[in-house]
């Protein structure tokens, strides 16, 4: 499956976000920055709360989270416009859980079976549209990236 661009994968997601996670209105949703603002906005608009920017720092040393005040005995929903090794996704749980977040929920429009499967271990849910056998880089999901 293919999406058109990020805002199209957001509706599909927040459809399916919403048919899983049920009234979201309590929980805060992270918008990893940059590829998932424009993924959560229809999520957000769809759970009826606002979507605030993760920032997340890319090195050769790896990869940092940095998460913003207010997790802490929440549920957190992270979304992203995809995930491929799962370096981002499985740092960015770490931090929702260093902070302490009460639980954790990875919502994504694409998330490879073998990925997801490393990251069930970090994440309370993993909630994804398309979910491929094989990995292939993100710009492949997407008509226009």
Same mark, same amino acid.
């Given at each position: 499956m293919r999406f058109a661009d990020r805002a199209a994968a957001?509706?599909?997601?927040a459809s399916? *976000?919403?048919e899983v996670l049920g009234d979201g209105s309590e929980a805060l949703?992270?918008? !990893? /920055?940059?590829? @998932?603002? #424009?993924?959560?906005a229809p999520v957000a608009a769809a759970l009826g709360v606002r979507a605030v920017p993760l920032t997340v720092e890319r090195s050769d040393t790896? *990869?940092?989270?940095?998460?913003?005040?207010?997790?802490?005995?929440?549920t957190v929903i !992270? /979304?992203?416009? @995809?995930? #491929?090794t799962g370096r981002t996704?499985?740092?960015?749980?770490a931090a929702l859980r260093a902070a302490g977040a009460a639980d954790a929920v990875l919502a994504v429009p694409v998330c490879p079976r073998e990925?997801?499967?490393h990251l069930a271990r970090q994440y309370d849910e993993i909630v994804a549209v398309v979910r491929p056998l094989g990995r292939r880089s993100l710009r492949w999901h997407y008509t226009d990236y």
């Amino acid at each position: 499956m293919r999406f058109a661009d990020r805002a199209a994968a957001g509706r599909a997601l927040a459809s399916l *976000v919403t048919e899983v996670l049920g009234d979201g209105s309590e929980a805060l949703l992270l918008a !990893v /920055v940059p590829g @998932g603002i #424009e993924v959560a906005a229809p999520v957000a608009a769809a759970l009826g709360v606002r979507a605030v920017p993760l920032t997340v720092e890319r090195s050769d040393t790896g *990869v940092r989270a940095t998460v913003p005040a207010g997790v802490a005995d929440r549920t957190v929903i !992270v /979304v992203d416009d @995809g995930v #491929e090794t799962g370096r981002t996704a499985a740092a960015v749980a770490a931090a929702l859980r260093a902070a302490g977040a009460a639980d954790a929920v990875l919502a994504v429009p694409v998330c490879p079976r073998e990925t997801a499967a490393h990251l069930a271990r970090q994440y309370d849910e993993i909630v994804a549209v398309v979910r491929p056998l094989g990995r292939r880089s993100l710009r492949w999901h997407y008509t226009d990236y």
